[in-house]
């Protein structure tokens, strides 16, 4: 028997907890399928649903009720107004990454031509949106998987971003000798191996590699911070997101490094998110 688009919305809503969230994400998930703006499911509740869309819909709704996100079932996630793939290999980029994007180009608003480092850049997401955003810019990213590398790659492809070099590999490794950078930015792993949220809340579908610093989470940060000088031009910013509750671990892990104006900045919860410093003069 057909059943209706409002009809199917119901159920699938109860499926997926009977809250807020799952309503939202059973019309993300339809107006995909059947490749309408979901204002449209809203302005025709009595449309038919075919049988064969809602077959496939009972099968997003159960993955997504298995707590697989919304974006790896769409395949695409928005960032910094730009539609990046996604696959189970990357992160999927947080809002909360937009501050490094916000940081980065506050820095580089006087500089012509600057050169930009993104590293473990996943779907390429801080990386792109500078790319994007300052196509004089020369825009290095890095990861040490080669699956979410492609996926960065195609991201390139796909937005046309001729001012892009990719490499794989561990952090500074995989760069060319002698290459300096105006500014790095990295989103690197920042759990720790025990955290218990790795169990819960979506997270135990996406990579570990992007998740896991090490077993106290802060490994990751403490390769980028130390390998940054060598990395950075005079002057030259290092920003990194980080935990919320990781900001005077990290601020001392700047210091280790020999990095100066070390200060963290807060996203818009009001957490401490961010940290940046610049190697000397
Ligand atoms: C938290 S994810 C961030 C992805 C992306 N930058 C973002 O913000 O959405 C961390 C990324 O670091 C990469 N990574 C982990 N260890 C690495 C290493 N040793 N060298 C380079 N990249 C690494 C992972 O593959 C993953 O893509």
Redesign the pocket.
Known sequence: MQTTLAAALETAAVTLGGGDGGRVDAEILLAHLLDWPRSRLLAYPEAPLDAATAGRFASLLGQRAAGVPVAYLLGARE?WSMTLRVTP??????PE?EL?VDLLLAELRDRPGPTVL??????????LAVARERSDAAVWL????AA?AAVARDNAAAHRLGNVTLRI???Y?PLPAGLAFDAIA?????LAAADPHLASGGLDHE?R???V?GDTGLE?LA?VAGGAPGRLRTGGLLVV?HGCTQGPAVRDLFAAAGLVAVATHRDLAGHERATAGRRPG
């Open positions: 960032f290999d990357v992160l999927v980029p947080r990454s490094l993104d590293l473990g850049t996943g779907s390429g997401a801080i990386g890095t990861d040490a998987c979410a590999g561990s952090w490794e990295s989103n690197p792993p920042y990579p590699a992007a998740l610093g990751a390769a997101e």
